[in-house]
């Protein structure tokens, strides 16, 4: 009984070294796709980079002359002209009250409307028609529409929309807001 316990102890040790025979033969292809792997992948940097390819750097554009356009996504900012016919109309301060469980807030905003000169008289003329769309829009506004770190800038489209739809399309250039106040 003891050498069939040997017997079989010795069988294992023959199974387990024949064992391991393959699995060295199974780490190599794993290295060499490994090493080829990497050589190809500098092969193929290297081509790109030095233009063999027809994808990758673009060939250096030629200087261009001075111009007024800017490049693509680059703004330039108005000219001098544009801001010279620029007029900046001063709203009254509202304040409105929100309902909370916990009580009462208050949110104070002032803004000034930018309008072209040519408009000014227009829209001053109006300007309590305005002030009545953004009270009646900030009445409706929930609490939480004003906690959100983002709630300025869509408050600030959506009150601009409508301005542009009480004073008509294209008289008021942006809203600039001065006080956003949750108290």
Known sequence: MLHDVLGIAMTDAAVDTE??????KGKLPLIIGVVLALVGAGGGFFAVQS??????????????????????GVDMG???????NIAFIEMDPIVITLRKASG????????????DLVHQAEVEKILPRVVDVLNSYLRALELDDLTDPMALPKLRAQMLRRIN???GQGRVRDLLIMDFVLN
Do not use: M, N, Y
């Open 19 to 24: 064992a391991e025979v393959p699995a060295k």
């Open 78 to 84: 108005e000219s001098a002209e544009d801001i010279a």
């Open 104 to 115: 009462l807030k208050h949110l104070r905003f002032r803004a000034q409307l930018e309008v």
């Open 51 to 72: 233009g063999l390819l027809p994808f990758g750097q673009q060939a250096a554009p030629e200087p261009a002359a001075v111009t007024e356009e800017a490049p693509e």
């Open 165 to 167: 739809i009480a004073t």
